[in-house]
């Protein structure tokens, strides 16, 4: 329904000229595939600080408001073009090879599309369940090479990773032994799967090994004492960043099965009747069905702006980003699955409409838990929070009358957010202000009150859903007034999607950020804690009774 890259389309669709060439030099793995012409590589800025870890410590870059774009004009009408073949094409494995897709984040001189993480996340979005995981894992396996492997390791497996020849990632599956002349011995068991190569990722080392070098027992792959030479190992390993961007992918993956059930659910609808009025003209249903589109609109927005940032700047920091990310994913789909559910009534369980829901349960179930990924963003921030020097640079009664108007809940407003939007979001972009400088001022309260600590889990769950709400309004509010201003179809649904997931999001919040500020025991914390305590004391004292 609405655009994902928010650009005005001001050319026709050319038939592109694709380069028909062998990709490989070795013959097993030298198939066709369509290879675009090299198109000009984005241009990256210098490094920046992360943009949540420095609401935490007192700032807001302003440039992440606008939505800005990734792509150049270049790229963006090849990833249309290449859009256009992917689609309803990538079920087989066979034409996401024919396509080269297998190489989509290999550079150029390894037979690769060298594509941009955007570019990646949105041809991501039409892979169906059965082919992304071999893709997902493939895909990260080149980037271990790129970013990990030798010289001769990459210009010796990303020509034959690029032009198809699958490879799995595992990921301490299996245990590793040095021997005496400098190779490594590997033993394990892992799931036998379609794949000519496996990259195994045991502690800070990756190693390379050929199918043929392994025993195949049923539907397991045996490892009995698999020898890997020194030239196959690579040193100094960390998958942090690229499991960073990996989420990204699944998280692309989600939002279109999420489209699916929303449009399963909407074909279901068209045709059924309650007590003589139809279905689809209920207030309540189709309320459920566009907070479902609103949500995955959301996701979606957070997604892309996060991608504008590790293809825009050099290595950035997404770590709360891409927490953020899952943690809304996996607050709203729950949510979501349920409503529709409902909506379906006893169509839901048809088999596909279940398939459809259990492949979107699948791919959140591949996601972080809840818990820990709300204490992740929470001590990540704070830890940023203490690390920081930034002070800003205002005279004492500037602060003071800040505070004091902080404390009648009618901040005083300093970004002036409403002057990089547009004008119809001016509400909503107050808002979104209020939210980020209660915030802030919530964090140098508790700093100062000495309450700070990743050891209080109340407090850091609390902060956690603040600062994914702020980034997810962020996201939704750039997005919607870059669509207005270039006036792409359907941008004023965008807009009224912008006010209203600023106006729900602050009616969520609201409860939170005034028990934030009014303090542990004003908060219903200290009432948990008592019932908790005094339930547990009865308990153990009943006990040692019966003792």
Request: proline share 3%; aromatic share 10%.
């Amino acid at each position: 329904m609405w655009s994902v890259m928010n650009r005005r389309v001001f050319f026709r669709k050319l038939d592109r000229k694709l380069i028909a060439r062998c990709s490989s030099t070795n013959g097993s793995y030298g198939l066709d595939k369509i290879k675009p012409l090299p198109v000009p590589d984005i241009v990256r800025k210098p490094r920046r600080l992360p943009f949540l870890k420095s609401i935490y410590a007192g700032q807001y870059d302003i440039e992440v408001l606008t939505y800005p774009e990734t792509l150049n004009l270049e790229r963006f009408k090849d990833l249309e073009s290449r859009v256009q073949q992917v689609q309803n094409n990538c079920t087989k494995i066979d034409t996401v090879r024919q396509l080269g897709l297998f190489g989509m984040s290999a550079p150029y001189p390894s037979s690769g599309l060298n594509l941009s993480d955007t570019e990646i996340a949105r041809i991501f979005e039409h892979f169906d369940s059965n082919t992304f995981k071999s893709v997902f894992d493939h895909t990260l396996c080149v980037d271990i090479i790129k970013t990990f492997g030798t010289p001769s390791q990459k210009s010796k497996y990303l020509p034959l990773l690029a032009s198809g020849a699958v490879c799995t990632l595992h990921v301490d599956t299996v245990t590793s032994k040095l021997l005496p002349n400098e190779s490594w011995e590997l033993t394990g068991s892992v799931k036998n799967s379609a794949d000519v190569f496996l990259l195994f990722v045991i502690g800070s080392k990756a190693y390379i090994v050929e199918k043929d070098k392994t025993f195949v027992n049923g539907e397991n792959l045996e490892l009995r004492q698999v020898i890997v030479a020194p030239d196959d190992v690579m040193e100094n390993v960390d998958l942090t960043k690229i499991m960073y961007r990996g989420k990204l992918y699944t998280c692309s993956v989600l939002t279109t099965s999420l489209k699916r059930v929303v449009q399963a659910t909407v074909q279901n609808l068209i045709p059924k009747t309650r007590l003589s009025l139809k279905l689809r003209e209920c207030d309540s249903v189709l309320k459920i069905i566009s907070k479902s589109l609103i949500n995955i609109y959301t996701l979606e927005s957070m997604i892309y702006l996060t991608t504008w940032m590790t293809d825009g700047f050099d290595d950035p920091d997404i770590e709360l980003e891409s927490a953020s990310i899952q943690l809304f994913a996996r607050q709203t789909v729950d949510s979501i699955l349920i409503d529709l559910k409902m909506v379906n009534g006893r169509s839901s369980i048809n088999q596909k409409f279940s398939t459809l829901c259990n492949e979107v349960e699948d791919l959140v179930e591949s996601l972080e838990g809840t818990m820990k990924l709300a204490n992740f963003i929470s001590s990540r921030g704070v830890e940023f929070f203490n690390k920081s020097d930034y002070e800003e640079d205002v005279s004492f009664l500037t602060t003071a009358y800040r505070n004091l108007m902080m404390k009648r809940n009618e901040p005083s407003l300093k970004y002036g957010l409403q002057q990089f939007l547009h004008p119809a979001l001016k509400h909503a972009a107050n808002f979104l202000e209020y939210d980020v400088l209660k915030f802030q001022f919530i964090i140098n309260q508790c700093h100062a009150a000495g309450q700070l600590s990743t050891d209080n889990q109340m407090l850091m769950e609390r902060l956690s859903t603040v600062i994914v709400y702020i980034y997810a309004m962020t996201a939704v509010l750039g997005r919607a007034s870059r669509s207005y201003c270039t006036g792409i179809r359907f941008c004023d649904y965008e807009m009224n999607t912008g006010e209203t997931v600023v106006r729900e999001s602050c009616t969520l919040l609201k409860p939170i950020l005034e028990e934030l500020m009014s303090g542990k025991y004003v908060a219903t914390d200290s009432v948990y804690e008592s019932f908790a305590d005094q339930l547990l004391f009865n308990n153990i004292n009943r006990g040692q009774t019966e003792t």
